[in-house]
């Protein structure tokens, strides 16, 4: 998949470096089950490259750098590489100093936000990164999209590798998820947003009818992402929720960074409130009480050992690219 | 208030300094319409001064400083008291570094998280802030409470004074708020857990009797309580909700106080991220679509023009303290 990946990127005139970044991470992200920004996602990705919308020529500039932090212009190029670059930084300047900063505005979508939560703790390293997006989500009080759902994520590695990994958009369900639910004529496990009457549904039909996704916690969610955009900008001078939406299709996104590291960690601590979190009588007899980060690693041993699933005609497609 | 506040406090043999920073503290916690944390807690605070719960002589040590990160030890001292020296020594090194680390384990609660939030906002930083709790919520999947509620403060400075402050615990309804709801016999606007038969309730009651909070957006809530709490212990060493509800009472928690300064803040963008959010029209006609931290600060207006309401029995019961 990787190699597939990476020839058609290169045909889109990607640099050697730029395709294997590229073809890699679509390829893992496949792999560890996040299909929709995987093998899935990867012709829109390219589609978006011949559009212009990525500008695949980019490199991202640093604008200042002063001790642990740097803020950087991510020059409207390629989301997934300019954030894997950013985290890089972010974990250099952690391992010299203990905390690295590193904010980057004009980006474009980084696909999965796992990525870089991973990237982060396999090299020993606490991570807190966060995006901001296209308005998709109303805020509370609001019947209009206004906010994004601003995916935050948070990671800390384990010794063993089986590190904790939280990648959460703030919305209750991605408008992918809604759709696939719509697909499959299923109905939401939770409210997922609200009807064209205002009532609270779990049906997405009506939610992709009415536009009206529900943030996590009701004003909770609604007032987190708000923050998040405020932070983001304020911090770099990068384009708001705002700006994004006026442009229609999304792109040039403010993202953060941060990284603390410490040379031990209380790794037995980690066990402790995994263990104890699992000591809940489960509500399903026999179900597993689930870490973050632990259906990933999961789902990447089983398609590491027995192949990655894919959707034969997409995947065929992507070998006629 | 304050003076009475103080007055109790040095009759408990606090320090002239301890005592003017809590009385301070729970004076503008009434005072900001936070009346759970303000005069109608201070007499459980004082109990447990006298339980020895919380120790009043405990002074916080510094454990380890390097760079722009201090690790501190509480002593299972004055959690308020603690948390505001930690907060002022993180908005210390982000001044002259940019970014400020200071955790605390072996605290003890620090009352209301936005004051944390509101102390640097007021000296020009961002925050990040957390800390851990008893267990008092399920996690996803599971019956019997063994994640915290571990409250998030994110703060942004405004140059009008109006920041931008998120003071959030990752459960629907504190069980503060479910209490009062039961006691007026009112249903909740939203599901705050389950009932006895495991369905989603509106009856607080019922959540009383199931002892099943609900965490903001479910299996999202649940697992950034988890990883909020592995953070924050793996990093510090400093007691995990296990640990802390083992005690029984609630003492000794860990917390984290983060901050970045930038010397220009993007102040414009704050401001058009708020009016967006404000643009999407209103569910309910000549309603306003508010920020985090705006109703804080409007009731903060209120009751420093009016005064501050009281409820006269636990008013009067402080001032025979």
Redesign the interface.
């Known amino acids: 998949m990787e190699d597939q990946f990476r020839r058609i990127l290169l045909k889109l005139s990607f640099t050697e470096g730029k395709a294997a970044v590229c073809a890699r991470l679509f390829a893992e992200n496949s792999r560890d089950g996040v299909y929709s920004h995987g093998l899935n996602r990867f012709h829109v990705f390219a589609q978006n490259v011949q559009e212009g919308i990525v500008d695949a020529e980019a490199e991202p500039e640093c604008i200042s750098a002063?001790?642990?932090?740097e803020h950087w212009d991510g020059k409207f190029g390629i989301g997934m590489y300019n954030a894997t670059m950013a985290m890089q930084k972010a974990i250099e300047l952690a391992k010299q100093?203990?905390?690295g900063?590193v904010t980057l505005k004009n980006n474009n979508h980084w696909m999965r936000g796992g990525t870089y939560g991973w990237q982060s703790a396999n090299q020993g390293c606490?991570a807190?990164c966060t995006t901001n997006t296209i308005?998709n989500m109303?805020?509370?009080?609001?019947?209009?999209?206004?906010?994004g759902n601003n995916p935050?994520v948070?990671a800390?590695p384990?010794n063993n590798g089986e590190h904790?990994v939280?990648d959460?958009a703030i919305s209750?369900y991605s408008y992918g998820a809604l759709y696939e639910h719509k697909l499959k004529e299923k109905k939401l496990?939770?409210p997922g947003g609200y009807d064209e009457d205002?009532k609270?549904s779990d049906d997405p039909a009506s939610i992709f009818r009415s536009q009206r996704a529900l943030?996590?916690?009701?004003w909770?969610?609604s007032?987190?992402s708000?923050?998040?955009?405020?932070?983001l900008?304020?911090?770099?001078?990068?384009r708001?929720?705002?700006?994004i939406t006026d442009d229609a299709k999304e792109r040039g996104v403010t993202q953060l960074f941060f990284c603390?590291y410490?040379k031990q960690?209380?790794?037995h601590?980690?066990d402790?409130?995994?263990s104890?979190?699992?000591?809940?009588?489960?509500?399903?007899k026999g179900?597993?009480?689930?870490?973050?980060g632990e259906n990933t690693l999961a789902t990447r041993r089983r398609n590491l050992a027995h192949g990655i699933p894919v959707n034969e005609k997409i995947w065929n497609e992507v070998l006629q690219m």
Do not use: H
């Open positions: 002063n001790g642990s932090i100093t203990g905390l900063l606490i807190i308005a109303p805020p509370w009080g609001g019947i209009d999209p206004t906010l935050i948070i800390v384990r904790v939280l959460m209750q496990a939770v205002g609270l943030p996590i916690g009701f909770k969610g007032a987190l708000l923050v998040i955009d405020v932070l900008c304020s911090l770099t001078g990068g708001t929720t705002k700006q603390i410490r960690l209380y790794d601590l980690a402790e409130v995994i104890y979190a699992r000591s809940s009588r489960p509500v399903k179900e597993k009480i689930n870490y973050p």
